[in-house]
Each structure stands twice: as structure tokens, then as C-alpha cells.
């Protein structure tokens, strides 16, 4: 299969291979098609597009009624707090050992299996609520249960992708993937509140359950017509850790990783919205409402951008460009006063985001060789949610100690600078082309 040249990529492990190596798609007589048309031809992937978001809306009704009820039962907001530290810690860890099953099972069969177990727990916690015997411990523990299994899953869903779809459709693939989804994240959570208002908790534990279902029907009538061929993997210490190790080799992988990673610690502005639209914009609950939809809005619109230029080959300058890009707004966000100014700065970060998160996600999928594709993809899943959790406790330790503007800007104007120190050092980040 024709691939894209790789470019000034750094030292990376002898495995790493021509890109064609990894993705075992066979030697087709003309080069694919590029662009999201043809990706929207491929059955697979189709199957995929049209059933995974319904499983996301199922993942964020779930969420909502879990906050609700464990407030309804404590009234404490401490312990409501815990139920999103049950949602993040799963992915410390079982990431790495999710990657690593991933990379030892059939992949269709471990997300088979992950979306049937994720249907069992809502049922059981329909029943729990509609025979009045649940407790807050049963949701912290359904929660540790989901997040865990969604560890599982997310790097089998992404290592799936390249098997089903050419390289040079991955990207465009990647963003139809991230925008459906995100329009997912955005219904899941409005028809779990509509659902709760209407029905109660126990009817929309099992309308979670029953979106699910489509995922999985999908997923069964996935058909690859060559099975990737992959090394036998023993789970050890040693196999568990490969996939962070090829990582740290690669010099190019290491350095988006660290990228995002500073943006997104020192500026997680998404933790900060209700500060921001209190004491500095003035707005209430509609305003704030607006401020947190308004990076989807621009997400959306930056995953529309990625299908429209297809298959990026300046992989590196877009994610130094995007990266500094962000640093810049963010700062101009964090001091704007101006309400209509602030929301398209914020759908602008959305726009940003995007972006990167397209980028990056086809440089670790086209890079990583087939027989650890599922650890590598997990590194990268573990490493955005981390971010996003520190990020949240330091803006939190920043803002009582600088205020929100000071602790906005100045972690977008270092996350910036850092990424210009970056570039202008490791000419392999910036001129890196896939």
C-alpha cells in the first residue's frame, strides 16, 4: 500500500518499519483514494462511524445520573467530587495493561465484550434504583467498574482503525470519528437530564443501556477481510511497559505527548468556566451554559476543517502551529471582559483542540507498529486524561493564589513558550511529515 514519506522523524526503534509494515493491508495495484468520501466507502468503518456514538451519548447519560444521585443521597458535594475521581483513576491504572490486551486479543472481540459489560452494569444499576436499594458506594463502584472497562476499550478502538482503513485516510477518518463523538458528548448528558425529569433514574440507567446496544450489533457485524498479522505478546511487566518504552524512543511521539501535556496542566480552561463566568465576565447559569458548549461548537468545526484539507503531510508544523496557537487565545480569553469575545475565544481553544487531537492521534496510529499498536495507543489515552486531572488541581491551586486571569494566561503564555523552545530545538518535531 502506498503510503506518505516520513520526514526527519528522530531515532525511533528498529520496528517502526516503513509505515506499511505495521498496518499488513496488502500491496493494492493504485494508491487509495484520500478524504472522508472515501472513507465513508469502507463498510467497516461505516459500521463503526454510525454505531460507536451511540454507546458515547450512553456514557454521558450515565454520568449525569450518577452526579445526580449521589447528591440526591449525601447532599454533600465532597462526595460527589469522588465520582469523578473514580471516573479518572481507572485510566492510571489500567491503561497501560488495557493497551497491552488490546495488543494480545482479538480487538473486535475485547470491545465486544467491554460494551456487553458496560449494558450489565447499567441494568444492575436500574435495578438497584428501581427497587430503592441503591447506595452511594454501588455508583462509586459502577463508575470504577465503567472507567476501567472504557481503559480497555479506548486503545482497542483505536488500534482497530488503521486495520480497517488506508493511511491515507486515517486522518479524515479520525475527525468524521472525534466529530460524531462529540456531538455524542453533547446529547448524551442533555437527554440523561431530559430522561431523569420525565422518567427518573432508573428509566434512563436503562435507556443507557439499550444505546449501547446498537454499538454492539455494529461491532458483531464487523468483517475485516486480512486479519492483521501480530506477534505473539506474553503479558508481563515487560510487554506491558513496550508500548511506553517505544514512546520514549521516539523522539517525535515523546515530544506531542509532552506538548499536549503542558497545555493541558497549565491550561485545562475547562475546570475554570464557572469561575470565569462569575467573577470576571458576569454572567449567570445561561452564560455559563454558553461558555462550556462553545469549545464543542468549535471542535466540531475544526473536525469539518480536517475533512475538508484531508490528509495533512506538515503533521509537525500544524501541532507546533496549533500548540503556540493556543497558548496565544488562551491568554486572550483569560483577560477578555467582553462576554460575545470570550465565547468565540473559547470556541476558537475548541477549534484548536480539534485540530491537534486529529494530528497527533494519526501520527501515533500510523507510526506504531501493528504488534504494539494497543499499548501505544493506550499511552496516548493515558496521558490526556492525567493532563486533564492535574490540570484541574493546579488551575484550582493557581487561581487561589494568582486569580483566574493570572492563572489562565500565564499557563497559556508558558504552555506557548514552551512549545517554541521545543521547536526551535528538535527540528525533527517541526519538519516531521507523514
Not at 472513507?39 to 450518577?66: D, H
Not at 515523546?254 to 467573577?279: N, S
Not at 484539507?309 to 501541532?319: C, E, P, T
Not at 477578555?336 to 465565547?343: G, N, P, T, Y
Amino acid at each position: 500500500m502506498t503510503t506518505g514519506k516520513v520526514e526527519n522523524a528522530g531515532p525511533v526503534p528498529a520496528d517502526q518499519g516503513a509505515l506499511t509494515a505495521p498496518l499488513d493491508q496488502g500491496a493494492p495495484t493504485a494508491p487509495p483514494e484520500e478524504g472522508a468520501r472515501a472513507a465513508l466507502k469502507n463498510r467497516n468503518f461505516l459500521l463503526l462511524l454510525v454505531g460507536q456514538p451511540f454507546a458515547t451519548m450512553g456514557a454521558g447519560m450515565r454520568s449525569v445520573v450518577n452526579a445526580f444521585q449521589v447528591f440526591q443521597i449525601t447532599g454533600d458535594a465532597r462526595l460527589l467530587g469522588l465520582t469523578f475521581l473514580f471516573q479518572g483513576l481507572p485510566s492510571l491504572v489500567m491503561g497501560l495493561f488495557g493497551g497491552t490486551l488490546a495488543d494480545i486479543l482479538d480487538r473486535r472481540l475485547l470491545l465486544r465484550i467491554t460494551m456487553a459489560a458496560q449494558v450489565i452494569i447499567a441494568l444492575v444499576l436500574a435495578w438497584l434504583t428501581a427497587q430503592g436499594h441503591i447506595q452511594v458506594w454501588h455508583i462509586y463502584t459502577a463508575t470504577f467498574l465503567g472507567a476501567a472497562l472504557q481503559s480497555v476499550a479506548n486503545p482497542a478502538m483505536q488500534a482497530l482503525l488503521p486495520t480497517i482503513v488506508p493511511p491515507q485516510q486515517l486522518m479524515s477518518a479520525i475527525a468524521l470519528q472525534s466529530a460524531s463523538g462529540q456531538a455524542a458528548m453533547l446529547l448524551g448528558p442533555l437527554l440523561g437530564g431530559v430522561t431523569l425529569e420525565l422518567a427518573g433514574a432508573s428509566a434512563a440507567y436503562v435507556a443507557d443501556a439499550a444505546l449501547i446496544a446498537p454499538a454492539l450489533i455494529t461491532l458483531w457485524l464487523l468483517r475485516l477481510d486480512k486479519e492483521p498479522q501480530r506477534r505473539e505478546v506474553k503479558l508481563n511487566l515487560t510487554s506491558i511497559f513496550e508500548g511506553l518504552a517505544f514512546v520514549m524512543q521516539s523522539r517525535v511521539l515523546l515530544a506531542f505527548v509532552l506538548l499536549d501535556t503542558v497545555t493541558m496542566v497549565l491550561g485545562y480552561y475547562p475546570a475554570m468556566m464557572p469561575v470565569m463566568a462569575k467573577e470576571v465576565l458576569q454572567v449567570g447559569p445561561s452564560g455559563l451554559g454558553a461558555l462550556v458548549a462553545a469549545p464543542s461548537v468549535g471542535a466540531l468545526l475544526g473536525f469539518a476543517g480536517v475533512l475538508l484539507l484531508g490528509n495533512i503531510r506538515k503533521k509537525g508544523a500544524v501541532i507546533v502551529g496549533v500548540t503556540i496557537a493556543h497558548g496565544a487565545v488562551l491568554a486572550a480569553f483569560a483577560y477578555s471582559h467582553w462576554f460575545i469575545a470570550s465565547l468565540l475565544l473559547v470556541a476558537l481553544l475548541g477549534f484548536l483542540d480539534s485540530l491537534s487531537v486529529s494530528v497527533r492521534t494519526t501520527c501515533f496510529q500510523l507510526l506504531a507498529p501493528e504488534h504494539i499498536r494497543g499499548r501505544v495507543m493506550s499511552v496516548l489515552f493515558i496521558s490526556a486524561v492525567s493532563a486533564n486531572s492535574l490540570g484541574g488541581a493546579y488551575l484550582g491551586l493557581a487561581v487561589s493564589l494568582l486569580g483566574p486571569q493570572e492563572a489562565l494566561a500565564s499557563g497559556g503564555i508558558v504552555a506557548g513558550l514552551f512549545c517554541l523552545a521545543v521547536a526551535m530545538t528538535m527540528k525533527s518535531v517541526r519538519s516531521f511529515s507523514v
